[in-house]
Structure formats: structure tokens, C-alpha cells
């Protein structure tokens, strides 16, 4: 079966601007987490959908954002790149949420640069 | 405060031998703990979850320990080989924070 995909694998942009990133998980899964990883700080969790619905929500400012569809697809937004908004983003998929104790299945990641 | 620490040196074995990786956490209660294998580029890749209630949990060469009272995590791989070498993730769930967290990981270099 097809694995999780994320779009784009890498993306540019400039300070300021604001970008998307797409994750359509593993068919039948119903949670999608998004967590952004840098050298410093490891994997750090942004937030976690369910059924459409915000589960939970991580550390970040209000500028990161997400959703996610009828049919488990998600998104997460950015406003307002910042320098430090420079990272590889992860979208995970699981059958159920995390709670239920299932392994998460990432996707490649999108790598995003602001310059 | 809360913490998971891996061993952020790298750590260097031969081909063979154990590999043995460590996950320590503090004022966390885990619910569950997951290892992950993280190749450069890539996504992490989810190998074992090991419960609570559980002691100990293996897999083909990989077996992975969960001390609650001592707080921490042992990930070993027997038989080591070149294509294990990789960076390792812990990652704990706690009903508290209701979501993973994920240690900084290690990263493992075997040696042919």
C-alpha cells in the first residue's frame, strides 16, 4: 500500500510570505500529527488531527496552522515565514491517534528554507 | 522540568558486536515509548512500541527494555551491521501531555 506523501519535498520562500504543505497519510488512517524538526531541537510536535478535528496542539505561535479533510488528507499553513521557520516538516499517520498506542508511518518530510 | 535524553555523541561499534542505545526521561509518567530509525533526508521509520506494563519487547535482531523505575529505555541490536547504521529516536506518550514526545535521537555508525 502507498506510504504517507508529502508535497512539496522542498520548498523556498521568503520572509514574510506564507507557504502550505500538504499530507495525504496511509489510506484508513484517521490520525495525521505534524511535528517540525531541526538540528537543534529534534522532532518538535506542532499538532495532531483526528476525524477532522484538532486533537491536540503543540508549543507553537498561532502563525502555524492546519486542517484537515473528509477524506484524512491535512495541511498546515504558515503565515508570516520567519528565518527561524526553516526546518524539515513531518506529517505522520497512524490508524488511530496516538493514544491507542499505534506506531506512527512519516512521510518523507518537506524541507523549507526561508530566506 | 520534563525531559528525554539519548546520548547525542555518536556511537561507533564493529560489525557484529551489540549495538546498545539509551533513552532516559524525567518527570514523565510514559503510557507508551517508541523507537524510530531516522535515515539523513528521510522520515523516521517506526520499529518497536513497547507499554508500560510492559518489560521488555523483541523484534527480528532488536529488542527494546522499558524500566519505569528507573526511568529509561535500553534499544540493543544484535548482530550489528553496516546497514544499521542510522540515527535512533525515543519517543514517549503520556496521557498527561496526551501526545508523543521525541528525544533528540542517537546516532549509530557500525563499522564493516
Known amino acids: 500500500k502507498a506510504g504517507v506523501t508529502q508535497t512539496p519535498r522542498y520548498l523556498i520562500k521568503t520572509r514574510g510570505q506564507q507557504v502550505t504543505l500538504s499530507c495525504s497519510p496511509i489510506s484508513g488512517h484517521r490520525s495525521v500529527s505534524w511535528y517540525q524538526q531541526t538540528p537543534g531541537q529534534g522532532l518538535q510536535f506542532l499538532f495532531e488531527?483526528?476525524?477532522?478535528?484538532?486533537?491536540n496542539k503543540g508549543n507553537f505561535p498561532g502563525r502555524f496552522s492546519g486542517r484537515q479533510f473528509s477524506n484524512s488528507r491535512s495541511e498546515m499553513n504558515v503565515s508570516t515565514l520567519e528565518l527561524g521557520d526553516s526546518a524539515l516538516y513531518l506529517c505522520?499517520?497512524?490508524?488511530?491517534?496516538?493514544?491507542?498506542?499505534?506506531?506512527?508511518?512519516f512521510g518523507s518530510g518537506t524541507r523549507l528554507t526561508v530566506v | 522540568s520534563q525531559k528525554i535524553e539519548q546520548n547525542s555523541e555518536a556511537l561507533n561499534i564493529q560489525e557484529g558486536k551489540t549495538a546498545t542505545l539509551t533513552c532516559n526521561y524525567t518527570n514523565y509518567s510514559p503510557a507508551y515509548l517508541q523507537w524510530y530509525r531516522q535515515d539523513p533526508g528521510r522520515g523516521p521509520v517506526f520499529l518497536l512500541l513497547?507499554?508500560?506494563?510492559?518489560k521488555e519487547k523483541r523484534k527480528e535482531r532488536l529488542k527494546v527494555t522499558f524500566d519505569t523505575t528507573l526511568k529509561q529505555s535500553l534499544f540493543h541490536i544484535t548482530a550489528s551491521q553496516p546497514a544499521d547504521s542510522a540515527t535512533y529516536l525515543c519517543?514517549?506518550?503520556?496521557?498527561?501531555?496526551?501526545?508523543?514526545?521525541f528525544g533528540t535521537g542517537t546516532r549509530l555508525k557500525v563499522l564493516a
Open positions: 519517543a514517549l506518550f503520556t496521557s498527561g501531555t496526551y501526545k508523543y514526545i
Open positions: 488531527y483526528f476525524s477532522e478535528t484538532q486533537r
Open positions: 513497547i507499554r508500560e506494563n510492559e
Open positions: 505522520a499517520s497512524s490508524l488511530e491517534g496516538a493514544n491507542m498506542g499505534y506506531g506512527y508511518t
